[in-house]
C-alpha cells in the first residue's frame, strides 16, 4: 500500500471511506447509493465506461511500445481514470460552441501549473500529520467557497484564504525540501513517467472524448428530427441522412441544421438542403465575413465577439423563419456570487446578413441586489458601446454609470437604456439596447 501510494492519497482514502460508512447510517442515503450502484450497472453507462477503459487500455499499451508506461504504474493509472479521466468524460457532453472546450483539456495537462501540482504531490509528511491534515484542510476550503457567496462573510472568506495560502505554501515547500535534501530520489525516469502519465492519458482521449460527444450529438438531434410533427417520414429520413453525413464530425453545425428544421417551413427535400446550404455558407463566411456599412447596421460575426471577453459570446446568427427576421440565440451569464445571481443575458437581431439591434439585458431581484452586480452590468454596457460605436460614446459615460433610463442618439446610432420593474414588484430588469438605421439623424442628440 505504501509503495504504491503516498501518505496524502492513503489518508484521503481513509477520511473518503469513514465519511462513505457514516454516511450508510441513513437509510436514505444507503437508498440513493443503491440507486447510484444500479444506475451503473444499466446497459448504457456500463457500455460507456468499458469503451473509455478500452481506449485508456489502448493508450497504455502504445505508451509502453515507447517504454513510458510499465506495471508499476498500474496504481496512478487506475487513480487517473476514477478521478480525472471520468471527470472530462463527463464534462465532456457539455462542450459549447466556440469555447475551444476539449482543445483546454490539453493546455490544462500541459501547463506550468501542471507541473506545480505535481511538485506539491510528490512528498508528503508522515502519515499521522497527513491524517490530521486532510480534515482540515477540506473544512476551510469549504468554509472559503460558503464564505464568498456572501459579502457579510468577507471577513471569514479572507481569514480562510489565508490559512489555505499558508497550509499551501507549507506543503510545497516541505515537498521541495524533501526533493532538495534527496535529489536522485526524485529526478529519475520513473519521477517523469508519473509525471507525463496524465499527460498522454488525457490527451489521447481527447480524440475519444470528441467522437463521443459527436455521437451524442447525433442521438439527440435524431430524437428531435423524429418529434418535428410537420415532417412527413419520408423528409424525416432524409434530413437525418443528409444533415448526419454532412455535419459527422461538426456537432455544433448539426444542431443548428437540427434547429433551423424546426423554425423554418420545410416540404420538401429541397428544403431541408436549403437549410444545409444556408449554414455552410454562414461558416464559410466566418472566416472572411462580408462588410456591412455601419450606417446599416453591424456584421453579425463581428457582434457575436462583441463581449466574447466576458463570457457572452453568441451562437450563430440564423433565420427565424423569414427574410426580415434573423436573430442570434441569447446567452447569459452571472454577474454576482448571491445566492440567487443577477445575471445578463446578451443578443442581436436585424435581418440577412444585417444586425440592426443589439440588446443587454439585466436581471436583478431586490432582496439579492449588490453593487457588485450592477457594477458589473454598467461594466459590459460600456463594453459593448466601445465594440459596437464609433462616435460620441462619451455621451454615455455617465448615464451608464448611474443606470436611469436614457435615451441618446449618436449619429445613425440609437442608445436606450430602460428600467422594467417585474410585475409582483419584487425585482427588475435593465434594458440597454443599441439600434440602427439608415433613417437616423447624422447629428449628436440627447433625451432622457
Known amino acids: 500500500m505504501t509503495t504504491t501510494f503516498n501518505n496524502r492519497e492513503i489518508a484521503g482514502a481513509f477520511w473518503l471511506a469513514g465519511v462513505m460508512l457514516l454516511s450508510c447510517v441513513s437509510k436514505d442515503i444507503r437508498r440513493s447509493l443503491a440507486q447510484i450502484i444500479a444506475l451503473t450497472f444499466q446497459k448504457t453507462l456500463l457500455r460507456l465506461l468499458?469503451?473509455?477503459?478500452?481506449?485508456?487500455?489502448?493508450?497504455?499499451?502504445?505508451?509502453?511500445?515507447?517504454?513510458?508506461?510499465?506495471?508499476?504504474?498500474?496504481?496512478?493509472?487506475?487513480?487517473?481514470?476514477?478521478?480525472?479521466?471520468?471527470?472530462?468524460?463527463?464534462?465532456?457532453?457539455?462542450?459549447?460552441?466556440?469555447?475551444?472546450?476539449?482543445?483546454?483539456?490539453?493546455?490544462?495537462?500541459?501547463?506550468?501549473?501542471?507541473?506545480?501540482?505535481?511538485?506539491?504531490?510528490?512528498?508528503?509528511?508522515?502519515?499521522?500529520?497527513?491524517?490530521?491534515?486532510?480534515?482540515?484542510?477540506?473544512?476551510?476550503?469549504?468554509?472559503?467557497?460558503i464564505s464568498e457567496r456572501e459579502a457579510k462573510y468577507a471577513a471569514v472568506n479572507k481569514i480562510a484564504t489565508w490559512l489555505l495560502l499558508i497550509i499551501g505554501s507549507t506543503i510545497l515547500a516541505n515537498s521541495i525540501g524533501q526533493i532538495w535534501e534527496k535529489p536522485g530520489e526524485f529526478w529519475n525516469a520513473d519521477t517523469f513517467k508519473s509525471f507525463v502519465l496524465p499527460i498522454y492519458l488525457t490527451i489521447g482521449s481527447i480524440p475519444f472524448f470528441y467522437c463521443l460527444f459527436c455521437y451524442s450529438t447525433i442521438e439527440r438531434v435524431s430524437h428531435q428530427i423524429d418529434f418535428t410533427g410537420p415532417l412527413s417520414a419520408e423528409i424525416k429520413r432524409y434530413a437525418k441522412r443528409r444533415l448526419f453525413l454532412t455535419f459527422?464530425?461538426?456537432?455544433?453545425?448539426?444542431?443548428?441544421?437540427?434547429?433551423?428544421?424546426?423554425?423554418?417551413?420545410?416540404?420538401?427535400?429541397?428544403?431541408?438542403?436549403?437549410?444545409?446550404?444556408?449554414?455552410?455558407?454562414?461558416?464559410?463566411?466566418?472566416?472572411?465575413?462580408?462588410?456591412?456599412?455601419?450606417s446599416d447596421g453591424w456584421s453579425p460575426y463581428a457582434a457575436r465577439e462583441f463581449l466574447a471577453e466576458v463570457n457572452l459570446r453568441t451562437a450563430d446568427y440564423h433565420s427565424g423563419g423569414g427574410e426580415d427576421e434573423w436573430?442570434?440565440?441569447?446567452?447569459?451569464?452571472?454577474?454576482?456570487?448571491?445566492?440567487?445571481?443577477?445575471?445578463?443575458?446578451?443578443?442581436?437581431?436585424?435581418?440577412?446578413?444585417v444586425v440592426k439591434t443589439l440588446r443587454l439585458r439585466g436581471h436583478f431581484v431586490d432582496e439579492f441586489l449588490t453593487d457588485e452586480s450592477q457594477m458589473k452590468f454598467s461594466e459590459i454596457a460600456q463594453l459593448l458601446c466601445a465594440k459596437a460605436v464609433s462616435e460620441g460614446i462619451e455621451l454615455l459615460d455617465e448615464p451608464l454609470k448611474k443606470?436611469?433610463?436614457?435615451?441618446?442618439?449618436?449619429?445613425?446610432?440609437?442608445?436606450?437604456?430602460?428600467?422594467?420593474?417585474?410585475?409582483?414588484?419584487?425585482?427588475?430588469?435593465?434594458?440597454?439596447?443599441?439600434?440602427?438605421?439608415?433613417?437616423?439623424?447624422?447629428?449628436?442628440?440627447v433625451s432622457t
Open 50 to 145: 468499458i469503451l473509455f477503459a478500452t481506449n485508456v487500455a489502448v493508450i497504455c499499451f502504445l505508451a509502453s511500445k515507447l517504454l513510458l508506461w510499465n506495471v508499476q504504474l498500474l496504481a496512478p493509472t487506475l487513480v487517473w481514470f476514477f478521478t480525472g479521466g471520468l471527470v472530462l468524460l463527463g464534462r465532456s457532453f457539455k462542450a459549447k460552441e466556440g469555447s475551444s472546450h476539449f482543445r483546454g483539456y490539453a493546455t490544462d495537462v500541459v501547463s506550468g501549473v501542471a507541473f506545480f501540482e505535481f511538485i506539491y504531490l510528490a512528498k508528503t509528511f508522515s502519515l499521522g500529520v497527513e491524517l490530521a491534515l486532510v480534515p482540515v484542510v477540506t473544512y476551510i476550503g469549504l468554509l472559503a467557497v
Open 248 to 294: 459527422l464530425l461538426r456537432p455544433w453545425l448539426l444542431r443548428r441544421a437540427a434547429r433551423q428544421l424546426h423554425l423554418m417551413t420545410i416540404k420538401s427535400n429541397k428544403d431541408v438542403n436549403l437549410v444545409i446550404d444556408e449554414i455552410l455558407q454562414y461558416e464559410r463566411e466566418e472566416d472572411s465575413p462580408p462588410d456591412v456599412l455601419a
Open 327 to 353: 436573430w442570434a440565440t441569447v446567452v447569459s451569464t452571472g454577474l454576482d456570487e448571491s445566492i440567487l445571481p443577477a445575471t445578463a443575458n446578451y443578443s442581436f437581431e436585424g435581418i440577412r446578413g
Open 403 to 445: 443606470l436611469t433610463d436614457f435615451d441618446i442618439h449618436l449619429g445613425t446610432t440609437r442608445a436606450k437604456l430602460e428600467l422594467k420593474r417585474f410585475p409582483n414588484e419584487m425585482g427588475f430588469n435593465l434594458i440597454f439596447e443599441l439600434t440602427r438605421s439608415l433613417h437616423e439623424s447624422s447629428d449628436l442628440s
